[in-house]
């Protein structure tokens, strides 16, 4: 889906957005508070359920982006669980509404016109990172959760195999 910059190169109000075909635009229930939300997933755990939690706790619908292990290679990153898992277990939680891919970093003007999203969502540690959003929808970033995060687990798994070798 090419980018509807306007003109000027800045991105579409919510207006226009809303002027896009309903083709361009899922059909969503009327009224239905829309979020989105990216990240790897890997090693699936509590400060992952616990945003999704608190992301349905303001929004009725959650769409997570869930990036491919194709772009987490472009993000300098590699996951122990492969994409087709972590999407599973991301769509198997409670709070999670639609499961997407994740593939580049400029998907997110995109996702948000095609969703009619009211929000994007991250944890803190990416606060600032998407405001360019801004003209399009909400942006929110909500406190991580504190002593878990994907990295630490890979770490523990690691020392406790080299433990018991
Ligand atoms: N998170 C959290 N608490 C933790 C760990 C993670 O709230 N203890 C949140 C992060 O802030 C992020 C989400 O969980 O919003 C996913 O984190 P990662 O899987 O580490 O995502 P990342 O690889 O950083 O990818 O386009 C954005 C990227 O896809 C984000």
Redesign the pocket.
Known sequence: MTQPHTSTGALPTRPAMLALPAAAREPRPQGLRLAL??????LF?I??V??FERIRQQFDHLIV?V?TDE??AI?G?KSVVPYADRAAMVRACRWVDEVIP?TD?SQ?ESDVLAHGAHAVV?????EGRFDHLKPLCDVLY?????????TELRADVVAAVRARA
């Open positions: 939300t990216y990240g790897t997933y890997d755990h400060g992952h616990r945003l982006a990036s772009f987490n993000k990153k994740e970093w997110k991250m944890g803190s540690d990416w909500l406190p991580r959760t504190e002593g878990v995060s994907s």
